[in-house]
């Protein structure tokens, strides 16, 4: 098993940016790769970004591309999503899952998930 827990979420200005952690137990963290997701009310889950286990290869969704960058620190058993350029379409619950067969894009490849941090983007 794999415990994630997400924080610094938070209300911010259109334009502004917030970095959001999501911090891993019970196994060996650089054995998995790890995702950012999100979900808006009514709306369907949605790929915001991935990391490799090693972190040599990321891959963003296409509406955060250029504004998000994920990273991680294996040392810290921590995965980071720099949120920067905030729209208030980003407004969302964000959460981080992991997995160990490769990133991918695709939120049912994922094996373990966080409980989310709500992310409010304002005018």
């Known amino acids: 098993q794999v415990q994630l827990v997400e924080s610094g979420g938070g209300l911010v200005q259109a334009g502004g940016s917030l970095r959001l952690s999501c911090v891993a137990s019970?196994?060996?963290?650089?054995?998995?790769?790890m995702g950012w997701f999100r979900q808006a009310p009514g709306k369907e889950r949605e790929f915001v970004a991935t990391i490799s286990k090693g972190g040599e290869s990321t891959y963003y969704g296409d509406l955060v591309k250029g504004r998000f960058t994920i990273s991680r620190d294996n040392a810290k058993n921590t995965v980071y999503l720099q949120m920067n350029s905030l729209k208030p379409e980003d407004t969302s619950v964000y959460s981080c899952?992991?997995?160990?067969?490769?990133?991918?894009?695709?939120?049912?490849?994922?094996?373990?998930w966080g409980q989310g941090t709500q992310v409010t983007v304002s005018l």
């Open positions: 019970g196994r060996t963290f650089s054995n998995y790769d």
């Open positions: 899952a992991a997995n160990a067969r490769g990133p991918s894009t695709t939120a049912r490849w994922y094996d373990y």
